[in-house]
């Protein structure tokens, strides 16, 4: 079994820089395919960000392009979004999730950290 958890929200003014992370545990996350999705109030769940588990292969939603960035570590079981020139629209829960196979399922979910953005 994978847990996950993430760490790094909080409230910030539009125009600053966040990095969230997601540690992993019961697994290597280098295994598993890495996602990012948020929540916004009173909206559904969106896959923002994904990255396979060699890193090859990553995707960004045209909301986030140019400004989030997935990234790993593996020695450190983590990964992380870069988050830049954040904007009050970024306000939402950020949810990290992994998958055994890329694209196809997300297997394993956190709890989520909230990103407050203040205009």
């Known amino acids: 079994q994978v847990q996950l958890v993430e760490y790094g929200g909080g409230f910030v003014q539009a125009g600053d820089s966040l990095r969230l992370s997601c540690a992993a545990s019961?697994?290597?996350?280098?295994?598993?395919?890495m996602y990012w999705f948020r929540q916004a109030p009173g909206q559904a769940r969106e896959l923002i960000v994904s990255m396979d588990s060699s890193g090859g292969r990553t995707y960004y939603a045209d909301s986030v392009k140019g400004r989030f960035t997935i990234s790993r570590d593996n020695a450190k079981n983590t990964v992380y979004l870069q988050i830049d020139r954040l904007k009050p629209e970024d306000t939402a829960v950020y949810y990290c999730?992994?998958?055994?196979?890329?694209?196809?399922?997300?297997?394993?979910w956190g709890r989520g950290t909230q990103v407050t953005v203040s205009s």
């Open positions: 999730a992994a998958g055994n196979e890329y694209g196809e399922s997300y297997d394993y």
């Open positions: 019961g697994r290597t996350s280098s295994s598993l395919a």
